[in-house]
């Protein structure tokens, strides 16, 4: 199959969260099982290693309205893996800045260039996948094109895929977007793109895509509800015949505690001892007393999804008490950011918070923490439950979306179990989730039988990069 990805993230290049780590890692692993895959995304100011960049094509006219000065790009490529290709749309205008998602006047115009400039290229280059599979908001008017505008061109024979990683960030934008695109007038109305007077570009890409997919089984069943549907949930049912859910993996290239060249020692489920070494080196490097309590870490964006308000309310009683020590690496809402850094004022040597974004120091965390605490409200997937889980350190979560279908709450009695789950989205469930945690770190050989069931969990991307093929061919059979 000829698959082409059209995503705003792809990782290592660039990464806001999750969805950069999930569109290379889907990549990799559908190149090894042997199809032709792109994956195109804009070439941000921010993204390294340029001078390893080939030219795939030098000028490539892009076939939007606006100001013709600006209708045309760069088509930037290096190999992602044998047969994985990443073309990066290069427009100074539009993405020189550092940052993925700027607040701009241009949003729309800047996240509808580069899908149609990602559909030029294929038409310029003549090469044109099977499907085309376009990731969260911004990609959302790339079905809408294929089955308009295009649908006459050789594209318009391309089944589309649209994955919703997360469905709060619609893109609600000026209808002003459609002559932008040369998409027709009639597409705003209530039944298509309009929503509250503007254009909703995600609505667009769950009514037109030929298949939707979300990153989790019960995320694809939440967002059904008006819960979790943020408005959308009427929409999404429409489509419910065609959406599936599906589990993204862990990247072995990336997170093995076994070979992580960013840990001070490491470790494997048969030898633990290196963990320990970890954990001494994240204490030492948080200023943190070298005793022997539990210590659970977060990373994360500092937004309402993740939950972390409730958690900084319930930690002061278990910081005051000694009975654990915390660290945060994180960055978003500054109120929640001043919260975490008055916590780690308040219990030195017993709590650490790094406001920042440190890829190096986010191993570390995994690796030398015994618990990784996230108690969000809603999680379409997440991965770095998955990530401590690779590492030997037991999650503690809110059974939502793909949270929900990772970890598997300790079961003293069967002595089964992956982690701490809960259930409610409030300070007293958080509060009871952690004494689960501290009891289960005070019985050693439950908590290392636990560890080891943690460690033995399998999340490949191989299965999950199959089931995505299931579903393609289903898009094919369907268009
Ligand atoms: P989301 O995409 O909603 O943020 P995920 O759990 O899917 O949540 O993915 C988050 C990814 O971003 C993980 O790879 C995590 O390690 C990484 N990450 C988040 N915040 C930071 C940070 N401050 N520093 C380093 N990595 C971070
Ligand atoms: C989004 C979601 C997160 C998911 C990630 C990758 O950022 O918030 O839950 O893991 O996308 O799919």
Redesign the pocket.
Known sequence: MKILHITPEIAPWS?A???G?ATSALAKNLAALGHEVRVASPLYGSVPGREKMGTLLDSLKVDVGGDPAKAACRVRSLELAPKAQAWFIEHEDYYGAREIYPAREDTAERAAFFGRAALDACLQLGWIPDVIHCHDWTTGLVPVLLNTTLKASPLGRCASVLSIH?LQHQGLLSRRILPFLRLPEWLFKAEELECLGGVNFLKGGILHATRVITVSPTYAQEILTPAFGFGLQDVVQRRQASLDGILNGVDLDEWDAHKDKHLAQTFSAQDLSGKRTCKQDLQKEFKLAQADVPLIGV???LWD?KGLDLAVQVLPKFLRSDRLQFVL???GDSWLEQEYRRLADNFPGRAGVRI????A??HRIEAGCDFFLMPSRFEP????QM?SMAYGTLPIVRATGGLADTVRHWNPSTRQGTGIVFQHTDVGAVDWAIEQALALYARPDDFVSAQKQAMQAEFSWLKSAQAHLVCYGKAIQQH
Do not use: A, E
């Open positions: 990464k969260g999750g969805l780590d997360n990373i994360s964006r999804q690496l994180g960055s920042g974004y440190d890829h120091l986010s997937c997440g991965l770095n990530y």
